[in-house]
């Protein structure tokens, strides 16, 4: 069994709009939720924000079929996919905004993955924890929560990463 690399706690519905917002989600976007929980930023960007499309992973399988269920329920299957697997096998070339909950041990262990498979322009929005060794592109707080977004390769070249 691989290991969560953070427990299940949901952000706010006015948490989830900011950090879309902090992103510029829009019509064209592909969102990314790794360690998606319960579905909601997936579901917030494809009907408040217009995403084209919003994948999640969850590795939790009883969390990944309530929110399947849910997500057929609205009608939203065609807009949003669902992976019941661990995050650090996404593959995340589609991705323009990913976003993560995870923990600062958590987003380490994500660092390299990013690093290596995010695209190009990719906006990557952390609730709460940074990336160690990258300068974050803005940082907005509310309510006791710190949102940090990075910009891919610009926040991580700071540091001495080479983008290829």
Same mark, same amino acid.
């Given at each position: 069994?691989?290991?969560?690399?953070?427990?299940?706690?949901?952000?706010?519905?006015?948490?989830?709009?900011?950090?879309?917002?902090?992103?510029?989600?829009?019509?064209?976007?592909?969102?990314?939720?790794?360690?998606?929980?319960?579905?909601?930023?997936?579901?917030?960007?494809?009907?408040?924000?217009?995403?084209?499309?919003?994948?999640?992973?969850?590795?939790?399988?009883?969390?990944?079929?309530?929110?399947?269920?849910?997500?057929?329920?609205?009608?939203?299957? $065609?807009?949003?996919?669902?992976?019941?697997?661990? *995050?650090? !096998?996404?593959? %995340?070339?589609?991705? @323009? #905004?990913?976003?993560? &909950?995870?923990?600062?041990?958590?987003?380490?262990?994500?660092?390299?993955?990013?690093?290596?498979?995010?695209?190009?322009?990719?906006?990557?929005?952390?609730?709460?924890?940074?990336?160690? $060794?990258?300068?974050?592109?803005?940082?907005?707080? *509310?309510? !006791?929560?710190? %949102?940090?977004?990075? @910009? #891919?390769?610009?926040? &991580?070249?700071?540091?001495?990463?080479?983008?290829?």
């Amino acid at each position: 069994m691989v290991e969560s690399l953070a427990p299940f706690v949901p952000s706010s519905p006015e948490i989830v709009r900011r950090m879309l917002r902090l992103a510029k989600t829009g019509k064209d976007d592909v969102v990314f939720d790794l360690g998606c929980g319960d579905g909601r930023i997936l579901i917030t960007a494809v009907r408040e924000f217009g995403a084209r499309k919003s994948v999640g992973y969850e590795m939790r399988p009883e969390l990944y079929r309530e929110t399947l269920s849910r997500v057929m329920q609205m009608g939203l299957g $065609g807009r949003i996919v669902l992976f019941n697997d661990d *995050l650090l !096998g996404a593959d %995340l070339g589609e991705a @323009t #905004v990913i976003t993560v &909950y995870l923990t600062t041990e958590g987003n380490e262990k994500l660092r390299l993955k990013l690093m290596k498979g995010a695209r190009k322009g990719a906006r990557i929005v952390s609730h709460d924890f940074i990336f160690n $060794g990258w300068k974050p592109t803005a940082v907005e707080e *509310l309510d !006791g929560h710190t %949102l940090y977004l990075y @910009t #891919v390769p610009e926040s &991580y070249n700071v540091s001495g990463a080479i983008w290829s």
